[in-house]
């Protein structure tokens, strides 16, 4: 696995700090750390916010900002709906409707950098990362994030949505 380079990840970090998660937050979020044994493990560098979930009657929308294990920063917005009656998964194991993350779910959604494919925010490859090209990752993020209300509120896939199938049922 290659090191990561910490500096840009804390300035990404520090970022959707600042700018991000109160703008979810503004959506009706509420952020769920990481447990202390999730904090032992690589899930803080992965998932470094926890979860961000809001309570509905038909179960939880949850968002997980999730960052790859590469040697540049970058990450996906994942997001999905953990239903009322939880979910089964594929080797039996039931998770009731607060256990489940993004990446339990058969089907779940990604915001992207991209309209075309798949593909995680991080810094321009031409500028070197600072304080002021986080702040553009971040407002790209931004700019997107109207389309996961969408998702939430009228089950529309925005140009910047994509699929994420997790697993088959």
């Known amino acids: 696995m290659p090191e990561r380079n910490f500096a840009p990840y804390d300035l990404l970090v520090q970022e959707i700090n600042r700018a991000l998660l109160p703008r979810f937050v503004d959506f009706g979020f509420s952020i769920e750390p990481l447990s202390s044994e999730d904090k032992k493990t690589d899930m803080k560098y992965r ?10 009657d038909s179960g939880i929308d949850l968002i997980d900002i999730v960052f790859y ?3 540049t920063p970058k990450f ?6 953990a239903p009322k009656e939880g979910i089964v998964l594929p080797w039996g194991q039931k998770l009731n409707m607060e256990e489940i993350h993004t990446s339990a779910l058969p089907v779940s959604y990604q915001l992207s950098a991209s309209t075309i494919r798949k593909k995680p925010f991080t810094f321009s490859f031409f500028k070197k990362p600072s304080l002021e090209t986080s702040k553009d990752v971040i407002g790209w993020v931004i700019d997107g994030i109207d389309q996961i209300e969408d998702w ?3 089950r529309h896939i925005g140009k910047q949505v994509f699929e994420n199938v997790n697993w088959i049922k």
């Open 152 to 154: 939430f509120k009228n």
């Open 69 to 71: 294990k590469d040697k």
């Open 47 to 56: 998932e470094p916010f926890g979860s961000l979930k809001r309570h509905r």
């Open 76 to 81: 996906l917005i994942d997001f999905g709906v």
